[in-house]
Protein backbone atom coordinates (compact mmCIF):
# COMPACT_ATOMS: atom_id res chain seq x y z
CA UNK A 1 0.00 0.00 0.00
CA UNK A 2 1.63 3.35 -1.08
CA UNK A 3 1.10 6.37 1.25
CA UNK A 4 -2.35 7.57 -0.18
CA UNK A 5 -3.41 4.13 1.01
CA UNK A 6 -4.42 2.39 -2.03
CA UNK A 7 -2.93 -0.37 -3.39
CA UNK A 8 -0.82 0.86 -6.18
CA UNK A 9 -0.22 -2.28 -7.86
CA UNK A 10 -4.19 -3.57 -7.65
CA UNK A 11 -4.66 -5.36 -10.96
CA UNK A 12 -8.02 -3.64 -12.12
CA UNK A 13 -8.09 -4.73 -15.60
CA UNK A 14 -7.99 -8.10 -17.25
CA UNK A 15 -7.81 -8.91 -20.96
CA UNK A 16 -9.51 -11.71 -22.41
CA UNK A 17 -8.48 -12.87 -25.88
CA UNK A 18 -11.61 -14.21 -28.23
CA UNK A 19 -10.35 -13.53 -31.44
CA UNK A 20 -9.68 -17.47 -32.44
CA UNK A 21 -11.36 -19.55 -34.39
CA UNK A 22 -12.12 -22.49 -32.65
CA UNK A 23 -11.23 -24.85 -35.41
CA UNK A 24 -11.06 -28.16 -32.96
CA UNK A 25 -14.93 -27.47 -32.62
CA UNK A 26 -16.28 -27.26 -35.88
CA UNK A 27 -19.02 -26.99 -36.93
CA UNK A 28 -20.23 -26.11 -34.10
CA UNK A 29 -17.69 -23.09 -34.41
CA UNK A 30 -18.76 -22.36 -37.11
CA UNK A 31 -21.85 -19.84 -36.17
CA UNK A 32 -20.90 -19.86 -32.05
CA UNK A 33 -17.87 -18.81 -30.70
CA UNK A 34 -15.69 -21.00 -29.13
CA UNK A 35 -15.86 -18.82 -25.59
CA UNK A 36 -19.98 -19.76 -25.77
CA UNK A 37 -19.97 -23.23 -25.63
CA UNK A 38 -21.00 -23.81 -22.73
CA UNK A 39 -20.43 -26.09 -19.36
CA UNK A 40 -23.50 -27.57 -18.00
CA UNK A 41 -25.43 -23.42 -18.72
CA UNK A 42 -23.11 -21.08 -18.44
CA UNK A 43 -20.43 -20.65 -21.26
CA UNK A 44 -16.90 -20.60 -21.01
CA UNK A 45 -16.63 -16.98 -21.05
CA UNK A 46 -18.78 -16.94 -17.80
CA UNK A 47 -16.58 -18.84 -15.47
CA UNK A 48 -13.27 -16.69 -17.18
CA UNK A 49 -15.12 -13.45 -16.52
CA UNK A 50 -15.99 -14.48 -12.76
CA UNK A 51 -12.50 -15.61 -12.10
CA UNK A 52 -11.31 -11.82 -13.24
CA UNK A 53 -14.35 -10.01 -11.27
CA UNK A 54 -12.92 -12.41 -8.17
CA UNK A 55 -9.48 -11.66 -8.55
CA UNK A 56 -10.68 -7.87 -8.17
CA UNK A 57 -11.15 -6.69 -11.85
CA UNK A 58 -13.54 -3.52 -12.89
CA UNK A 59 -12.90 -3.02 -16.33
CA UNK A 60 -13.11 -6.36 -18.75
CA UNK A 61 -11.21 -5.70 -22.12
CA UNK A 62 -12.29 -8.50 -25.05
CA UNK A 63 -10.10 -8.77 -28.21
CA UNK A 64 -12.41 -9.82 -30.40
CA UNK A 65 -12.57 -10.11 -34.26
CA UNK A 66 -15.34 -8.12 -36.59
CA UNK A 67 -17.26 -11.08 -37.00
CA UNK A 68 -17.69 -12.14 -33.40
CA UNK A 69 -20.53 -10.20 -31.71
CA UNK A 70 -21.70 -13.22 -29.21
CA UNK A 71 -19.33 -11.88 -26.21
CA UNK A 72 -20.53 -8.59 -26.60
CA UNK A 73 -24.22 -9.82 -27.63
CA UNK A 74 -24.24 -12.05 -24.25
CA UNK A 75 -23.28 -9.38 -22.08
CA UNK A 76 -25.45 -6.68 -23.51
CA UNK A 77 -28.87 -6.37 -21.93
CA UNK A 78 -31.36 -8.42 -23.91
CA UNK A 79 -34.59 -5.79 -23.27
CA UNK A 80 -37.53 -7.67 -24.64
CA UNK A 81 -36.15 -11.09 -23.30
CA UNK A 82 -35.96 -9.74 -19.98
CA UNK A 83 -39.85 -7.56 -20.37
CA UNK A 84 -40.96 -11.28 -21.52
CA UNK A 85 -39.65 -12.69 -17.59
CA UNK A 86 -41.12 -9.84 -16.05
CA UNK A 87 -44.37 -10.11 -17.30
CA UNK A 88 -43.95 -13.82 -16.66
CA UNK A 89 -43.18 -13.06 -13.24
CA UNK A 90 -40.05 -15.32 -14.05
CA UNK A 91 -38.10 -12.99 -11.44
CA UNK A 92 -35.30 -15.56 -10.74
CA UNK A 93 -34.34 -16.23 -14.50
CA UNK A 94 -34.69 -12.10 -14.69
CA UNK A 95 -31.91 -11.56 -12.03
CA UNK A 96 -30.01 -14.59 -13.55
CA UNK A 97 -29.51 -12.54 -16.68
CA UNK A 98 -29.45 -9.42 -15.17
CA UNK A 99 -26.71 -10.59 -12.76
CA UNK A 100 -23.90 -12.01 -15.23
CA UNK A 101 -21.89 -9.28 -14.42
CA UNK A 102 -21.38 -6.84 -10.84
CA UNK A 103 -22.89 -3.40 -11.58
CA UNK A 104 -19.09 -1.69 -10.97
CA UNK A 105 -17.77 -4.12 -13.66
CA UNK A 106 -17.28 -2.53 -17.56
CA UNK A 107 -16.75 -4.26 -20.47
CA UNK A 108 -14.63 -2.75 -23.42
CA UNK A 109 -14.31 -4.47 -26.85
CA UNK A 110 -11.03 -3.85 -28.99
CA UNK A 111 -10.63 -5.39 -32.60
CA UNK A 112 -7.83 -7.23 -33.61
CA UNK A 113 -7.90 -6.79 -37.21
CA UNK A 114 -5.52 -9.54 -38.18
CA UNK A 115 -4.97 -13.16 -36.06
CA UNK A 116 -0.92 -12.37 -35.65
CA UNK A 117 -0.78 -14.44 -32.44
CA UNK A 118 -1.33 -14.29 -28.93
CA UNK A 119 0.78 -11.54 -28.10
CA UNK A 120 -0.41 -9.62 -31.25
CA UNK A 121 -4.10 -9.94 -29.68
CA UNK A 122 -2.32 -8.66 -26.06
CA UNK A 123 -0.80 -5.66 -27.81
CA UNK A 124 -4.32 -4.50 -29.16
CA UNK A 125 -5.21 -3.80 -25.43
CA UNK A 126 -2.38 -1.65 -25.37
CA UNK A 127 -4.89 1.88 -25.15
CA UNK A 128 -7.04 -0.04 -22.53
CA UNK A 129 -4.85 -0.39 -20.19
CA UNK A 130 -2.45 2.42 -20.14
CA UNK A 131 0.33 2.17 -17.63
CA UNK A 132 -0.70 -0.65 -15.21
CA UNK A 133 -0.32 -4.43 -14.43
CA UNK A 134 -2.97 -6.01 -15.50
CA UNK A 135 -4.20 -9.34 -16.10
CA UNK A 136 -4.73 -11.72 -18.99
CA UNK A 137 -7.10 -14.85 -19.00
CA UNK A 138 -7.10 -17.48 -21.46
CA UNK A 139 -10.68 -18.64 -21.31
CA UNK A 140 -9.80 -22.06 -22.86
CA UNK A 141 -8.17 -22.76 -19.82
CA UNK A 142 -10.77 -23.20 -16.98
CA UNK A 143 -9.88 -22.89 -13.77
CA UNK A 144 -11.53 -24.14 -10.74
CA UNK A 145 -9.31 -22.33 -8.01
CA UNK A 146 -9.32 -23.75 -4.51
CA UNK A 147 -9.23 -20.96 -1.75
CA UNK A 148 -10.00 -18.08 -4.46
CA UNK A 149 -9.59 -17.88 -7.82
CA UNK A 150 -6.14 -18.70 -9.57
CA UNK A 151 -6.27 -15.18 -10.38
CA UNK A 152 -6.78 -13.60 -7.31
CA UNK A 153 -4.26 -16.24 -5.90
CA UNK A 154 -1.66 -15.16 -8.91
CA UNK A 155 -2.54 -11.32 -8.38
CA UNK A 156 -1.97 -11.37 -4.51
CA UNK A 157 1.23 -12.92 -5.38
CA UNK A 158 2.38 -10.33 -8.05
CA UNK A 159 1.34 -7.38 -5.32
CA UNK A 160 3.62 -8.97 -2.47
CA UNK A 161 6.40 -9.77 -4.58
CA UNK A 162 5.92 -6.96 -6.73
CA UNK A 163 6.70 -9.27 -10.01
CA UNK A 164 4.83 -10.62 -12.92
CA UNK A 165 2.77 -13.99 -12.58
CA UNK A 166 2.53 -16.33 -14.96
CA UNK A 167 0.14 -19.55 -13.85
CA UNK A 168 1.83 -23.03 -14.13
CA UNK A 169 0.83 -26.56 -13.84
CA UNK A 170 2.96 -29.90 -14.93
CA UNK A 171 2.31 -31.12 -17.98
CA UNK A 172 3.05 -34.88 -19.67
CA UNK A 173 6.76 -34.32 -21.33
CA UNK A 174 5.18 -35.33 -25.38
CA UNK A 175 3.00 -32.55 -24.62
CA UNK A 176 5.24 -29.28 -23.69
CA UNK A 177 4.58 -28.71 -27.82
CA UNK A 178 1.77 -27.33 -26.96
CA UNK A 179 2.37 -25.03 -24.26
CA UNK A 180 5.00 -22.20 -23.31
CA UNK A 181 7.22 -24.02 -21.39
CA UNK A 182 9.00 -22.04 -17.93
CA UNK A 183 12.34 -22.93 -17.12
CA UNK A 184 12.57 -22.14 -13.09
CA UNK A 185 15.64 -24.12 -12.25
CA UNK A 186 14.86 -27.10 -11.09
CA UNK A 187 12.67 -28.32 -8.29
CA UNK A 188 10.71 -25.65 -6.43
CA UNK A 189 7.45 -24.73 -4.27
CA UNK A 190 4.11 -22.75 -5.12
CA UNK A 191 5.94 -19.76 -6.39
CA UNK A 192 9.13 -19.85 -8.11
CA UNK A 193 11.41 -17.15 -10.35
CA UNK A 194 10.90 -18.08 -14.04
CA UNK A 195 14.94 -17.96 -15.50
CA UNK A 196 13.40 -18.25 -18.96
CA UNK A 197 10.39 -19.16 -21.25
CA UNK A 198 9.82 -21.06 -24.75
CA UNK A 199 6.86 -21.00 -26.91
CA UNK A 200 6.02 -24.97 -27.83
CA UNK A 201 9.27 -26.53 -27.58
CA UNK A 202 9.41 -30.31 -28.33
CA UNK A 203 9.92 -32.69 -25.68
CA UNK A 204 13.56 -33.13 -26.52
CA UNK A 205 14.69 -29.50 -26.54
CA UNK A 206 11.87 -28.27 -23.45
CA UNK A 207 14.03 -26.74 -20.30
CA UNK A 208 10.86 -28.67 -18.31
CA UNK A 209 7.90 -30.02 -18.20
CA UNK A 210 5.97 -26.93 -16.47
CA UNK A 211 3.37 -25.61 -18.76
CA UNK A 212 1.91 -21.97 -18.52
CA UNK A 213 -1.80 -22.50 -18.76
CA UNK A 214 -4.02 -19.27 -19.24
CA UNK A 215 -3.16 -16.84 -16.60
CA UNK A 216 -1.05 -14.12 -16.61
CA UNK A 217 -0.04 -11.15 -14.39
CA UNK A 218 1.99 -8.54 -16.69
CA UNK A 219 3.67 -4.89 -15.89
CA UNK A 220 1.94 -2.24 -18.81
CA UNK A 221 6.09 -2.52 -20.00
CA UNK A 222 5.04 -5.76 -21.62
CA UNK A 223 3.50 -3.95 -24.43
CA UNK A 224 6.79 -2.36 -25.52
CA UNK A 225 8.12 -5.30 -25.38
CA UNK A 226 5.81 -6.79 -27.78
CA UNK A 227 5.87 -4.23 -30.18
CA UNK A 228 9.62 -5.18 -30.38
CA UNK A 229 8.83 -8.96 -31.03
CA UNK A 230 9.16 -10.73 -34.04
CA UNK A 231 7.04 -13.55 -35.33
CA UNK A 232 8.20 -16.57 -33.35
CA UNK A 233 6.74 -20.55 -32.95
CA UNK A 234 4.14 -20.84 -36.03
CA UNK A 235 5.24 -17.61 -37.74
CA UNK A 236 3.32 -15.59 -34.75
CA UNK A 237 4.07 -12.88 -32.47
CA UNK A 238 3.71 -14.93 -29.26
CA UNK A 239 3.14 -13.48 -25.58
CA UNK A 240 5.92 -16.05 -24.66
CA UNK A 241 8.63 -14.47 -26.75
CA UNK A 242 8.10 -10.91 -24.67
CA UNK A 243 7.71 -12.44 -21.65
CA UNK A 244 11.30 -13.95 -22.18
CA UNK A 245 12.51 -10.34 -22.85
CA UNK A 246 10.83 -9.26 -19.87
CA UNK A 247 12.58 -11.81 -17.10
CA UNK A 248 15.92 -10.37 -18.50
CA UNK A 249 14.81 -6.92 -16.86
CA UNK A 250 12.61 -7.71 -14.34
CA UNK A 251 11.39 -10.26 -11.63
CA UNK A 252 8.29 -12.65 -13.41
CA UNK A 253 7.41 -15.65 -10.82
CA UNK A 254 5.52 -19.50 -11.79
CA UNK A 255 2.57 -19.96 -10.16
CA UNK A 256 1.64 -22.98 -9.16
CA UNK A 257 -1.72 -22.21 -8.39
CA UNK A 258 -4.25 -24.35 -5.91
CA UNK A 259 -7.02 -25.75 -8.13
CA UNK A 260 -7.85 -27.74 -10.94
CA UNK A 261 -7.61 -26.99 -14.68
CA UNK A 262 -9.92 -28.17 -17.22
CA UNK A 263 -8.22 -27.77 -21.16
CA UNK A 264 -11.46 -26.96 -23.04
CA UNK A 265 -10.02 -26.11 -25.73
CA UNK A 266 -10.20 -29.38 -26.63
CA UNK A 267 -13.26 -31.76 -26.41
CA UNK A 268 -11.60 -34.43 -23.74
CA UNK A 269 -11.04 -31.21 -21.41
CA UNK A 270 -14.73 -29.54 -21.83
CA UNK A 271 -16.29 -33.29 -21.18
CA UNK A 272 -14.31 -33.22 -18.05
CA UNK A 273 -15.02 -29.59 -16.82
CA UNK A 274 -18.30 -30.53 -17.61
CA UNK A 275 -18.53 -33.84 -15.72
CA UNK A 276 -16.85 -31.64 -12.67
CA UNK A 277 -20.15 -29.30 -12.54
CA UNK A 278 -22.82 -32.27 -13.22
CA UNK A 279 -21.32 -33.85 -10.31
CA UNK A 280 -21.41 -30.61 -7.95
CA UNK A 281 -25.38 -30.70 -8.57
CA UNK A 282 -27.06 -33.55 -6.43
CA UNK A 283 -29.74 -34.17 -9.49
CA UNK A 284 -27.23 -34.27 -12.28
CA UNK A 285 -24.69 -36.17 -10.23
CA UNK A 286 -27.59 -39.05 -9.89
CA UNK A 287 -27.88 -39.16 -13.93
CA UNK A 288 -24.22 -39.07 -14.35
CA UNK A 289 -23.55 -41.85 -12.27
CA UNK A 290 -26.51 -44.26 -13.40
CA UNK A 291 -25.31 -43.36 -16.90
CA UNK A 292 -21.35 -44.29 -16.09
CA UNK A 293 -22.73 -47.60 -14.59
C1 LIG B 1 -1.23 -20.18 -25.66
C2 LIG B 1 0.15 -19.67 -25.29
C3 LIG B 1 0.95 -20.76 -24.58
C4 LIG B 1 0.18 -21.27 -23.38
C5 LIG B 1 -1.21 -21.75 -23.81
C6 LIG B 1 -2.05 -22.11 -22.59
O1 LIG B 1 -1.09 -21.18 -26.66
O2 LIG B 1 0.80 -19.24 -26.47
O3 LIG B 1 2.18 -20.23 -24.17
O4 LIG B 1 0.89 -22.33 -22.76
O5 LIG B 1 -1.91 -20.74 -24.53
O6 LIG B 1 -3.29 -22.62 -22.93
P1 LIG B 1 -2.34 -21.67 -27.57
O7 LIG B 1 -3.10 -22.66 -26.74
O8 LIG B 1 -3.14 -20.45 -27.89
O9 LIG B 1 -1.72 -22.30 -28.78
Do not use: W
Request: hydrophobic share 45%; aromatic share 6%; glycine share 8%.
Amino acid sequence: MNAAGTHANRVRKVVFPVAGLGTRFLPATKVVAKEMLPVLDRPLIQYAVDEAVDAGADTLVFVTNRYKHAIADYFDSAYELEETLERAGKHELLSLIQGLLPPHVRCVYVTQEQALGLGHAVLCAKPVIGDEPFGVILPDDLIVGEGGSALRQMVDLAAVEDAGVLAVEEVPREDTGKYGIVDVGGAHDSAAAIRHVVEKPQPEHAPSNLAIVGRYVLPARIFELLEGTRPGAGGEIQLTDAIDALIAESKVLACRFAGTRFDCGNKSGLVRATLHFAMQDPALAKVAREFMA
